[in-house]
């Protein structure tokens, strides 16, 4: 059984100096996680270093009802949507005081209380659950939508075109959201389809799309707010690719000494972070003392959730035998 | 009262359970255009045709049960589960240990499988220690018209995965519903037939095969008690370990495969736990490692018949006798 917590969503309004602040509190958080392994002996982890707009962006647009599903890439996700840091690195490294009592790890994270249900780290695995829980949303007369973040690899699968197909046919609320982000663990996107768009694959099925620069955090939040209306408004899924990079490697520890050194420089160039605070700097939102003053600011809550997270106790051995019936 | 078939019998409990409960949903392959009076009584919102597509059918019930709802999917033939395994095993039966208990996922999925039909391997594949196999799924394979009922209606009250099995070669057979329904529960055994002299240990179609070959073996002056599993997870360990204990001679019957089966689990539990009263080795009558044919003396062929359990039986006295 799981602690009793406080939990809340995060609730951005429309303040550009939150979607940069969430972005920055989840790239120290990966960049913390992956130290953490490279130094300490964590286990390994899956971070989206480089996609922090599009997670940000799309949480934000996100009403307290909404749901989510997500993956194995999922701490931006869970991170826009309030989850607390240390609880999150409590349970990557799978104490206690996680978000799951420690069982998942890095790799299936979902946190109820935040609407974040249903984590699959079977690539694909998520969109096949996704139409159910929105069958409920739709059945039960919940207002939320679903949100379903995936990457391009699990567009590959077939699971992707059997979740949009019956989501079409039954006029589910659904919110998908591709994160093409070129890799597929170790193999790129070129290699695997022929196609440069994920979202127009959802057009055959009877499902509307767009697609957005995934590195621009106001964009992807405009566009995930648009795609919203559209789904309360006729009824019918969307699908939202979000175009971004993997600045890291697939899975901690990773050399990427597969990755084509062109490519990451110019994806480093288009970094959602520096985008989005250069903007801010531009538009005179907060100066240069306040940018250092926010970083400061983040990385002493993240130096507190590795010191909570350390100190968070292993679950008791028994529990390896709870939790398995309800 | 009117004997009804197995599948009336599924039928009742479908629509009882579904007027009991409105989260009750149905889902699956043309469940819509053949329970029709289903869909009379509680309208296309919870009585829904699907794409073919059994991953996503599972997908979706498991994604709903998880949130709600209480589905339950007609998968018609055990060998499409293939298609569904991802969300059966790693979505339902795992995401409730992975999230910490988070989520619990109330679903049941139906699928026939067995001898009988000629419908060869690809609709014949009696697979259910596969699930047995698997952690956080329950697995339910009855033999009697109003186990069938009960143990449904049973399935979609649990709070958990249920695969439900329905033996093709009973879907047909009929059988008195008892007047006052026993509310059965998940994982009891039921003893089918008294005896002190060996247990005979079976679920579905081959608690038949066992209770003829008892009826065979007391003109033999051999009586035979004969154990019906019902429910392969959770095991009756309790049901079959007393009854073993008192006749110390076992062996155990089912269709599908024989190698790594139901009675191989059964077998190793009874040699740990009951060595001492055991007179004989734990035996197994079962399939053989192959494909079911369609042919119908090979599909014979394949299932176990009474003759083998009766032989099997014999074995044990004999070498006891001789001892
Ligand atoms: C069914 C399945 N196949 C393979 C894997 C191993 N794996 C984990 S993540 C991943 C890449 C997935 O690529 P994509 O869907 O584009 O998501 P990304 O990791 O880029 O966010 C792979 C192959 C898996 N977890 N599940
Ligand atoms: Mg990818």
Known sequence: MLAEVNVTIRRFGADPLELLNTMMLIRMYEERAALLQRESGAPGTCTAVGQEATAVGVVAALGVDDLILTNHRSAGHLLARGASPSRLLAEALGRRDGYCGGKSGSLHVSARDLGVVLTSTIVGGELALATGVALSQQMLGRTGVVACFFGDGAACEGRFHESLNLAAVWRLPILYVCENNEWQAFVHRRETMLTDSVAAWAQPYGIDSATVDGNDVEAVRAAATEALASIRKNGRPFLLEAQTYRLRGHFEPDDQGYVDQQELASWRLRDPLSKMQARLLDQGIIDQAGLDALSVEIAQCIDAAAVFAIASPYPAVAELHTDIFA | ?323
């Open chain 2, 1 to 323: 009262m009117k004997p009804v078939t197995v599948l009336e019998a599924i039928d009742q409990a479908l629509a009882e359970e579904m007027a009991h409960d409105p989260r009750v949903i149905l889902m699956g392959e043309g469940v819509a255009t053949k329970r029709k009076a289903l869909l009379a009584e509680f309208g296309a919102d919870r009585v829904r045709n699907t794409p073919l597509a059994e991953g996503i059918i599972a997908g979706t019930a498991v994604g709903a049960a998880a949130t709600g709802l209480r589905p339950v999917i007609d998968l018609l033939f055990a060998p499409f589960l293939c298609y569904a395994m991802d969300e059966l095993v790693n979505s339902a039966g795992k995401l409730r240990y992975l999230s910490g208990g988070q989520f619990a996922f109330p679903l049941v999925a139906i699928a026939m499988t067995g001898a009988g039909w000629g419908v060869g391997a690809q609709h014949n594949h009696n697979i259910e220690a596969w699930f047995v196999h698997t952690p956080g799924l329950k697995v339910v394979m009855p033999s009697s018209v109003a186990d069938f009922k009960s143990l449904l209606k049973a399935a979609i009250r649990d709070d958990n995965p249920v695969l439900f099995f329905v033996d093709i070669g009973l879907a047909h057979t009929e059988g008195e519903l008892p007047a006052q329904e026993a509310a059965v529960r998940l994982g009891e055994a039921v003893v089918r037939r008294i005896g002190e002299d060996a247990t005979l240990i079976s679920y579905a179609k081959t608690v038949g095969v066992c209770e003829r070959a008892a009826a065979v073996l007391a003109e033999e002056g051999v009586s035979a008690e004969v154990l019906d599993l019902r429910t392969l997870k959770p095991l009756d360990e309790a049901a079959v370990l007393a009854s073993v204990r008192r006749t110390g001679r076992a062996v155990v019957v089912h269709e599908a495969s024989r190698n790594c089966g139901v009675g191989a689990e059964i077998a190793a539990m009874l040699t740990e736990q009951t060595w001492a009263t055991l007179k004989g080795p734990v035996l197994r009558v079962g399939g053989p490692d192959a494909p079911a044919p369609a042919s119908y003396p090979l599909e014979q062929a394949y299932v176990p018949q009474v003759e083998d359990v009766v032989s099997s039986v014999r074995r044990l006295t004999r070498s006891a006798a001789a001892a």
